[in-house]
Every structure is written in structure tokens, then in C-alpha cells.
């Protein structure tokens, strides 16, 4: 995790937990001049479009106070929806069993996409099954990771 995302953490989840939500993860995605924060908030009962709402001005006005962000910015909030991604080991952990597509920063054996079948962690990695073959993928190494919804 980047050192940016961990400071934006540090300012966001106190706002997001204080609104009874939980905060699912964070992408930070600079992009030239522009930069993206989209943060994923999750509660047992489902996110509305309002809980989004009430969110994003919190966190407008928090990150207005501490301006974290220098330049132009962007503040995305969002529910996780059907295709979660997976920023933490617990969340590999807790969907065992489940599909999963996976980019890594750079590659491992050849190749930085894998889609497979999430078996399990051990230690700091992500057991992944793909056709026949079990990966430990480092979590440190993973760019990003995302259920495949079953539908």
C-alpha cells in the first residue's frame, strides 16, 4: 500500500466509520494533472446513493481542511458492488472459494493477469488456483483484484 493511500486512510475511515459505514478500501490513481480518490464503503444492510452522498461531503470537507491532494482531484465514493475489489489479505481470506481476477505490478512466471478460484491465504499471500496450478501471490505484488460475480 502506497504511502499516500495509507495518509488518506488515516483522514477517511474516522469519517466513514463515524457515518456507521465501514470503509471497504481506498484507490488513489494519479493521472497527469488530474488525480482520482474513490473510496468503497460497505454496510451489512447495502449502500444507497444517499449513504454515498452523506459520505462524499464529509470527506469533502475533511480533505478540504487537510488538503492531502495538491492539484485537481476527484472524490469518487462508492459501494464495493458485485465485482468487490480486494485491497486487504482478510478480504482474500473471506471470499474462499470465489472467483477472482488479479493484475500484478509486475510479473511472476512469465505473465501479470491471473483469473482463478481464491483457495486461501498463508502468510502475506493469496493462494490462488488457476486450471491446475496453485499461485502464492505476494499480496505487496498485487496492482489490483476483483470477485467475478456469479450470476
Given at each position: 500500500?502506497s ?6 486512510e488515516a483522514?477517511?475511515v474516522?469519517v ?8 471497504w478500501?481506498i484507490e ?5 494533472k488530474h ?5 468503497y464503503i ?9 449513504a454515498?452522498?452523506?459520505v462524499?461531503r ?22 464495493p458492488?458485485?465485482?468487490r475489489?480486494?485491497f ?17 505490478r509486475?510479473p ?7 483469473q482463478?478460484v481464491i483457495?486461501g491465504?498463508?502468510g502475506?499471500?493469496?493462494?490462488l488456483?488457476?486450471?491446475d496450478?496453485?499461485y ?11 470477485i467475478?460475480p456469479r450470476?
Amino acid at each position: 500500500m502506497s504511502g499516500k493511500v495509507t495518509e488518506l486512510e488515516a483522514l477517511l475511515v474516522p469519517v466513514v466509520e463515524a457515518l456507521g459505514y465501514s470503509c471497504w478500501g481506498i484507490e488513489y490513481l494519479s493521472q497527469g494533472k488530474h488525480t482520482l480518490l474513490r473510496v468503497y464503503i460497505d454496510h451489512p444492510e447495502g449502500v444507497s446513493v444517499e449513504a454515498c452522498a452523506a459520505v462524499s461531503r464529509q470527506a469533502s470537507a475533511v480533505l478540504d481542511v487537510e488538503d492531502p491532494i495538491s492539484g485537481d482531484y476527484t472524490l469518487e465514493v462508492s459501494s464495493p458492488g458485485m465485482d468487490r475489489p480486494l485491497f486487504r489479505l482478510e478480504q482474500y481470506a473471506a471470499y474462499v472459494g470465489e472467483q477472482a481476477k488479479i493484475r500484478l505490478r509486475s510479473p511472476y512466471e512469465g505473465r501479470r493477469n491471473f483469473q482463478g478460484v481464491i483457495r486461501g491465504v498463508e502468510g502475506d499471500e493469496v493462494v490462488l488456483q488457476v486450471d491446475d496450478h496453485e499461485y502464492l501471490l505476494p499480496v505487496d505484488w498485487i496492482d489490483k483484484g476483483n470477485i467475478i460475480p456469479r450470476f
